[in-house]
């Protein structure tokens, strides 16, 4: 029995829940296909609609990774590392992502949950995987909060963009004053 007996069912869930949630994306982006778009709109997306699916599939893949019929540790840390190494660099890009598209100007709030918890969910997945050598039993639950982090910021980030869109983009407002539906 190796060190990742014990964490299937976590593994299960949390795995499930990012693939149900990536569905759900891709329905929620064909209901808001027909909204009206600016022509920046596309560097927005890739700012602050590809990462969400990026993190629920690191979280699917990570899930999937784990459940694996492992012989050790060493094998599923290497490829859990390599995936968090991977996801840091792209938070990286996210963040330059939200800092050059014309779109919309992001807040603290946009800054933390698009781009830094991200990157710290990603960053202690690399680290916790560099740590399974020595100590799997700590660093199984290191990757297991990075995986609910990436998991909880995504939900957020989705539900963000949505709101966004039903109350900021919605069509069939009306422009007056300058304020959004009145």
């Known amino acids: 029995m190796t060190e990742l007996a014990g964490w299937e069912n976590f593994y299960v869930i949390v795995g499930s829940s990012a693939g149900a949630l990536i569905g759900l994306q891709f329905v929620v982006m064909a ?17 602050f609609a590809t990462p969400n699916i990026v993190h629920f599939g690191a979280v699917l893949m990570l899930s999937a990774v784990l459940c694996a019929p492992w012989h050790g540790i060493r094998g599923a840390a290497i490829v859990w590392g390599l995936l968090g190494l991977n996801g840091a660099l792209y938070a990286i890009i996210v963040a330059r992502r939200m800092r050059t598209q014309p779109a919309y100007q992001p807040e603290f709030e946009d800054w933390l949950f698009h781009a830094l918890l991200p990157l710290a969910a990603y960053v202690v997945l690399a680290v916790s995987a560099y740590a399974a050598l020595v100590h799997a039993r700590k660093a199984l639950f290191g990757a297991g909060a990075a995986a609910l982090l990436l998991l909880f910021a995504a939900i957020h980030n989705a539900w963000d963009s949505v709101t966004y869109h039903v109350f ?3 069509p069939g407002r009306q422009e007056t004053d300058g304020r959004p539906g009145e």
């Open 31 to 47: 209901l808001v296909a027909s909204l009206p778009r600016a022509p920046s709109s596309a560097q927005a997306g890739a700012a």
């Open 168 to 170: 900021v983009v919605k």
